[in-house]
């Protein structure tokens, strides 16, 4: 199992600032997703990234793909009080089928 | 289009009680995946089926859990007997690809007394 290591755990900003969270793994990954999860509900894709050195955009979310295919960054500008949420980070191996999960970053946008 | 269903939404029991978890996949997805999240774990795959087949359950915490597939539109995750620390949200998710998108229920709260 491919260990995915997420960070900040928690994260509290006010609305309209920017922010960064991060998805590491010393594992390559054939694939990535970033899911959010809110309360009381269960995960939703946003995004899947295949190729290193990818970025997408998602309105105001912007997804990037490490060149060596290990780590992945989510960026938010100008946060709103509907992305909190927790933003879960999601890989594939090049050997393996099953999608591990990295245990989230908890976000909290407070207007 | 009705998303993934899970059964119950919220169960408590009591240690050494059996508890039985639904889930209704998506029509027509052939994937199905048992996930477990608590806050010290994050989110842990059980195990997943495909065509109703167990394709990896090394996941499985031990003998207490198991999971069957009977047809393309129901699958069941018992745990027996349950234990204080079996306490988590259990998900179930489908796809109609291994690699693609992963749909998941709203979860099934399990809290063992």
């Known amino acids: 199992t491919q260990l995915l290591e997420q960070s900040p755990q928690f994260l509290s900003i006010q609305e309209g600032e920017n922010l960064t969270v991060y998805c590491n793994s010393s594992?390559?990954?054939?694939?990535l997703q970033w899911y959010r999860q809110e309360p009381g509900e269960g995960p939703v894709l946003l995004v899947t990234?295949?190729?290193?050195?990818e970025v997408k955009k998602l309105k105001r979310l912007t997804f990037q793909f490490g060149d060596a295919r290990k780590d992945s960054s989510l960026h938010i500008t100008a946060a709103q009080t509907g992305d909190t949420g927790l933003y879960l980070c999601?890989?594939?191996?090049?050997?393996?089928?099953?999608?591990?999960f990295g245990k989230g970053t908890s976000l909290l946008v407070t207007p | 289009d009705a998303g993934v269903i899970q059964s119950p939404r919220h169960e408590v029991t009591e240690m050494g009680q059996e508890v039985t978890l639904r889930c209704k996949p998506i029509?027509?997805?052939?994937?199905l995946f048992w996930y477990r999240q608590t806050m010290m774990r994050g989110l842990e795959l059980l195990i997943y089926?495909?065509?109703?087949?167990?394709?990896?359950d090394s996941g499985m915490p031990e003998d207490r859990f198991s999971a069957k597939m009977p047809n393309a539109s129901f699958s069941t995750l018992k745990i027996q007997p349950s234990e204080p620390r079996d306490s988590a949200v259990y998900f179930c998710?489908?796809?109609?690809?291994?690699?693609?998108?992963?749909?998941f229920g709203e979860g099934s709260r399990l809290t063992v007394l």
């Open positions: 998710a489908s796809s109609y690809r291994v690699t693609g998108e992963l749909f």
């Open positions: 594992s390559v990954f054939s694939s």
């Open positions: 990234v295949v190729t290193g050195g």
């Open positions: 999601a890989g594939r191996s090049n050997s393996g089928y099953a999608l591990n």
């Open positions: 029509s027509g997805h052939d994937y």
């Open positions: 089926f495909n065509n109703n087949v167990p394709i990896d």
